[in-house]
């Protein structure tokens, strides 16, 4: 059941990823040697950035990337201690290699309107409803920790145990 659980969270990523980039792209032909090899470094960053960030959420987070079963601890160690939102990070920089890889003025769109969606989601929604399930703790975590821009040291808060692994 646990496994399921898993790869059914998987289906925003892929989404994003895969599906839709091959609806509104129809050139993946590599154009030059530059821009093959940045886009290759920009995904596999990226995807090192989303394992990393689910990974958390799994082991210390308890619960799965999707939204319709999220995490039962807040997570605010490692990534999360940089910038508040490095699975969606992850996922741009992805987007990114991707435009960059096939020269895709449409990947690269589609990767600013993901960026803008997740914008206002995080902002009507997500946000709102993490005050309401962890408190204090995610208003202190939002109050150092900015949402897209990266601190250069980690913050961590007073209470360690946002990145102590589940027994």
């Given at each position: 059941m646990k496994v399921i659980r898993h790869l059914f969270?998987?289906?925003?990523?892929?989404?994003?990823?895969?599906v839709i980039p091959l609806l509104i792209e129809n050139?993946?032909?590599?154009?030059?040697?530059?821009?093959?090899?940045?886009?290759?470094?920009?995904?596999?960053?990226g995807f090192t950035v989303l394992a990393l960030?689910?990974?958390m959420f799994v082991l210390i987070g308890e619960g799965t990337l999707?939204?319709?079963d999220p995490t039962r601890k807040l997570v605010t160690c490692s990534l999360y201690g940089h910038v508040r939102n490095p699975m969606i990070l992850g996922v741009l920089i992805t987007?990114?290699?991707?435009?960059?890889l096939f020269t895709s003025f449409r990947i690269g769109a589609w990767a600013a309107l993901f960026f803008?969606?997740?914008?206002?989601?995080?902002?009507c929604?997500?946000?709102?409803?993490?005050?309401?399930?962890?408190?204090?703790?995610?208003?202190?975590?939002k109050q150092n920790v900015p949402r897209w821009i990266p601190r250069l040291e980690a913050w961590s808060p007073v209470k360690e145990d946002s990145c102590m692994l589940k027994k």
């Amino acid at each position: 059941m646990k496994v399921i659980r898993h790869l059914f969270s998987m289906i925003l990523p892929i989404f994003a990823l895969i599906v839709i980039p091959l609806l509104i792209e129809n050139d993946f032909t590599l154009q030059s040697i530059w821009t093959s090899v940045f886009g290759f470094v920009f995904i596999g960053s990226g995807f090192t950035v989303l394992a990393l960030t689910i990974r958390m959420f799994v082991l210390i987070g308890e619960g799965t990337l999707a939204p319709w079963d999220p995490t039962r601890k807040l997570v605010t160690c490692s990534l999360y201690g940089h910038v508040r939102n490095p699975m969606i990070l992850g996922v741009l920089i992805t987007l990114l290699g991707e435009a960059m890889l096939f020269t895709s003025f449409r990947i690269g769109a589609w990767a600013a309107l993901f960026f803008i969606i997740n914008t206002l989601y995080f902002i009507c929604s997500e946000e709102p409803g993490l005050e309401r399930r962890f408190g204090a703790e995610y208003v202190e975590y939002k109050q150092n920790v900015p949402r897209w821009i990266p601190r250069l040291e980690a913050w961590s808060p007073v209470k360690e145990d946002s990145c102590m692994l589940k027994k």
